[in-house]
């Protein structure tokens, strides 16, 4: 019934994968592929802890989520002992896309402002709030009217600057740019700001301190700071979380992706805890089911106590050092959420055809970009032929 589905084209080029192991997928007809777009299983196919975890957890109490004990409880220990302990408050939710939106409604409540900020180019989720805050058309084109109250501002593309500006010189143009963009389009009356510390979509990394004077011109105006992991948490940038790891001190900080290896688990992590009366409408949902966050455990486990956090920094490395050598193109991101821009599109678009033949699964970014995002478990002989099809294709 595969047929049914309303993503699939039938007769379409995705292959039939039979069977999978660490960062290689293998298919029907004989072929291996090994992944480099797979944001959520970031353990890799098969990871024996994960499946022992999930196995045990089955075996246990599936109801009763909210009681006090158990995986649930084990998770916040995670949360505590990943941030220092700097948040108050922990909810959970089944996406990325509900994170989102109660992170934007809280801050709306707690300040009493009505409109949020966000960036071109950013992916917040596909519910009607966080994508109208999203800063991609493809999320928002034919399905109007949008949530009211959003304002957008200009993430810094340094390698495609829009203003056509040198990161190393600028001083930061774009943000100068947001002060005029707020006063000609806002009501004044921003409660938060929304922002990826490097951008999903295309694997675009800010320059370094842009965050950090964001951060503190956002506190100047007042503004709640939302800083949305959900692509870059949990160790996806070779960091259990990009933006802590620079100092930022976010009011919310939002995970997903990561958290849970693919099953269905986001959060929300509040510096402060809301009012009391705020919260009633938090209640319901099943982002803290036993199993999920069974799942999340599973994945601070083999990050901290089993070295994949190390390694992950360590492919990231050496992923990036490849393809700051290739010919025509220029890396962007960050860790294992990495990209290449190219001067051409023709150029970006045999190297694409090269990487799809030597058997690596790659996204291409824009018209003249690839991402990359592997699982945590990718290894340097695997970096190296992806990298090796990209320079037959210089």
Known sequence: MLEKDILYTPGGNEPQVVSARGAELFCADGTRLIDFQQMAVVLGQGNEHFIRVMEQALRGVRAGSAQAGGWKEQLYRRFEETTGGQFAAYHLTASGSESAEWAVKLARRMTGRTEVLTFWNSIHGRTHLSASMSGLPKRKTGYGPLASGVVFGIYPECVNCPFGRSAGSCGF?????????????????????????????????????????????????????????????VGRTGEMYAGLSEGLEPDFLLLGKALGNGMHISALL???????????????????????????????????DHGLLQRAREAGEYLHAGLQSIQGARAGGRGLLASLWYEQAEARDRALESARRAGCRVLAAGERGMAFKPPYCITKEQIDVLLAALRAAE
Do not use: H, N
């Open 173 to 233: 143009f774009c943000l100068e740019f947001l002060e005029k963009k707020i006063q000609m389009e806002s009501a004044q009356d921003i409660a938060a700001v929304v922002v990826e510390p490097c951008q999903g979509a295309c694997a675009v990394a800010p320059p370094k301190g842009w965050l950090r004077r964001l951060r503190e011109w956002a506190r100047k105006k007042g503004m709640l700071f939302i800083l949305d992991e959900i692509q870059t948490g």
């Open 270 to 304: 509040a510096r402060r805890r809301p009012p009391r009366d705020m919260l009633a409408a938090l209640s319901g949902g099943t982002g803290d089911d036993p199993l999920c966050c069974a799942a999340a455990c599973a994945v601070y486990d083999e990050l901290l």
